[in-house]
C-alpha cells in the first residue's frame, strides 16, 4: 500500500525557511509524480508545485520565486523548501501522489508562521 | 489561473438524501490529449483529503458507487446519491490539466 508521511517544523519564524520532508513508502518516486498541496485557516487548497520521476519540477508561480522541491531517491524521500515565509504562509501542508490524480495523501503537518 | 467556482458553499441534508454539487471552471478542462482532468476530493473532519472521483467520471478505488461525477469542458456535477453519515465534510473539485493547478473553494456538506 502506498503511504505517504510529511515531517518538519510545525512553528517558523518570518523571514525564515520552512523546510519539509514526505517519505513514502510502498511506492518508488523514481515513478509517477509527487507533489506538494496546502491547506489555509478556512477552506482554500493551494497546489504548490511537484517533482516528476526524473526528478523535473513545477512550481505554482505565485510561489515559484520562494519555493524548490528536491528529492533522494535512496531514501525514498522528497522535500519542500519555501523560503522568506510570511504569517500568510501558515498553512496545513501536504505532500501527494500528484501523478494519480491526487489518489494518496499524506496526514498533513500544520506549520504556523510567527515570532 | 484557471478559476473553479463551487457552489454551494455548504449544503444541509438528511441521511439517505441525494445531493449535488457544481464545480464551473473559467476554461476548458480538455487537454492536449482529449482527457479532461477533473477531480473531486473530500475531506472528512479530521482527515486528510481522499480522492473520490478522477477524470471527471471514474470512480476512486474503494469508493461507493453512491458518488458519480458527469459533466464536459466547462461544467461539472458531483452526485451523491443516499447521503451516509460518513460522507460529511468538505467537497472540492480539482483541475491538473492546465499550470497552476488550481482547486475549488469547497462545499461543506453537513447533517440536517
Known amino acids: 500500500e502506498v503511504q505517504l508521511q510529511e515531517s518538519g517544523p510545525g512553528l517558523v519564524k518570518p523571514s525564515q525557511s520552512l523546510s519539509l520532508t514526505c517519505s513514502v513508502t510502498?511506492?518508488?518516486?523514481?515513478?509517477?509524480?509527487w507533489g506538494w498541496i496546502r491547506k489555509f485557516p478556512g477552506n482554500k487548497m493551494e497546489w504548490i508545485g511537484h517533482?516528476?520521476?526524473?526528478?523535473?519540477?513545477s512550481y505554482n508561480p505565485s510561489l515559484k520565486s520562494r519555493i524548490s522541491i528536491t528529492r533522494d531517491t535512496s531514501k525514498n524521500q522528497f522535500f519542500l523548501q519555501l523560503n522568506s515565509v510570511t504569517t500568510e504562509d501558515t498553512a496545513t501542508y501536504y505532500c501527494?501522489?500528484?501523478?494519480?490524480?491526487?489518489?494518496?495523501w499524506g496526514q498533513g503537518v500544520m506549520v504556523t508562521v510567527s515570532s | 489561473d484557471v478559476v473553479m467556482t463551487q457552489t454551494p458553499p455548504s449544503l444541509s441534508v438528511a441521511i439517505g438524501q441525494s445531493v449535488s454539487i457544481s464545480c464551473k471552471s473559467s476554461?476548458?478542462?480538455?487537454?492536449?490529449?482529449?482527457?479532461?482532468?477533473l477531480h473531486w476530493l473530500l475531506q472528512s473532519p479530521g482527515r486528510s483529503p481522499k480522492r473520490l472521483i478522477y477524470?471527471?467520471?471514474n470512480l476512486g478505488s474503494g469508493v461507493p458507487d453512491r458518488f458519480s461525477g458527469t459533466g464536459s469542458q466547462k461544467d461539472f456535477t458531483l452526485k451523491i446519491s443516499r447521503v451516509e453519515a460518513e460522507d460529511l465534510g468538505v467537497y472540492y473539485c480539482?483541475?491538473?490539466?492546465?499550470?497552476?493547478?488550481?482547486f475549488g473553494a469547497g462545499t461543506k456538506l453537513e447533517l440536517k
Open positions: 501527494a501522489r500528484w501523478g494519480g490524480a491526487f489518489d494518496y
Open positions: 510502498g511506492y518508488s518516486i523514481t515513478s509517477n509524480y
Open positions: 517533482i516528476s520521476y526524473s526528478g523535473s519540477t
Open positions: 476554461q476548458s478542462l480538455v487537454y492536449s490529449d482529449g482527457k479532461t482532468y
Open positions: 477524470q471527471v467520471s
Open positions: 480539482a483541475q491538473t490539466t492546465h499550470f497552476p493547478n488550481t
